[in-house]
């Protein structure tokens, strides 16, 4: 079916910015430049400008910007890393697979890890802190990197879904030792299919990185310094990211946050919903996702959906209860319930006013009538 309001609109984000992804595209295939290219290291500079790191590794996807992050910085068998349940399952599968354990602990109201808990959660194995910035909000990282600091742990950020948003005058991805980025295409910065990067001030974690997306080859001397895996991410790839991260992505994070305080202008007090608008005044969020908790999840979902407005659901159960993912069951009482709220309203660069009109508009229908 056509929604009224799409969720997103691939189509009309490239119809907007078709020249210039042309372009870009064009300047690769014409010169033959496919992998490991300018392209690459241009954005790569870019990237770490812009986040404030020294260096920014561009790889095949955000997964493998966690997986090596945490490889690289020496995870073993053995150790503990600290992680939030409420959170895309790449951030736990890359912890598993260093062969770590992830150790769950629960998020507050504003989504993100619950350092009131955190310190209970460490123990002699624990290496490593890995919180996550959902929906483009930093977790406040001048309480976290003090606990990390006090106790001797790493801290490894999934900024995934963070890109450009801060904590007081620092950007997520540039607090602890590395930051984990996303190019999916529905992220704030969105390639046209898998990308990633890691950012980091640490030249070894950076050397590291750069050698394992290319079979552990240093591609200066040719040396193989250990296995690896083929992980890079596209040359092609970097230059239409990197024509969108210079050009356009702060106008669509300006545009994001105009557009979420449109959608809390309307959605004040209306029924019992509760908006994602928190009161740390040192958190500057991109508003990756707009995310909205009621009690009446599926019957508004219902009725936003036979009205036209098209809503997504992150996530609709705790990961635990994928059994498949051999997590066990851990008590997260506001992971859980957040589980059951949470719809994700529209919301992207080319969401207009009037969209945000007519979900506000649908909404406040569903609980005048009910
Ligand atoms: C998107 C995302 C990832 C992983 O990204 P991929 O590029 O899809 O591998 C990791 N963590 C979070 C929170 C994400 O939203």
Known sequence: MAYKVPFVDARKHYALYKEE????????????????????????????????????????????????????????????????????????????????????????????????????????????????????????????????????????EDAAQALGGRYGDKRGGSFGIAGCFSFYPFKTLGGFGDGGAITTNDEKLAMYARRIRFNGEDRETGEYHHHGFTALLDNVQAAVLDVKLTKHFDNWIGHRRAMADRYRQGLQGVGDLRLPHFSDPKNWDNYQNYVIRTKHRESLRAHLKENGVETLVHWARPMWDHKGLELGTPDLPETASISREVISLPMSAELTPEHVDIVVATIKAYFERA
């Not at 068998?77 to 890359?94: N, Y």
């Not at 483009?136 to 790493?154: F, P, Q, T």
Request: aromatic share 6%.
């Open 21 to 156: 992804i042309d372009g870009a595209i064009h300047d690769c295939l014409s010169n033959g430049d496919m992998i490991y290219r300018r392209h690459l290291r241009e954005f790569e500079e870019h990237l770490a400008a812009y986040v404030g790191t020294k260096y920014a590794i561009g790889l095949n996807s955000g997964y493998h910007a966690l997986a090596f992050a945490l490889m690289g910085v020496g995870i073993q068998p053995g150790d503990e890393v600290i992680t939030v349940a409420h959170t895309f399952v790449a951030t736990v599968s890359a912890i598993i697979h260093a062969g770590a354990k992830p150790v769950l602990i629960d998020v507050s109201e504003d989504y993100n890890m619950d350092l009131d808990q955190l310190e209970a959660a460490i123990t002699p194995k624990t290496k490593a802190i890995l919180p996550v910035h959902l929906n483009g909000r930093v977790c406040n990282m001048d309480r976290l990197m003090a606990i990390a600091d006090e106790h001797g742990l790493l801290v490894i």
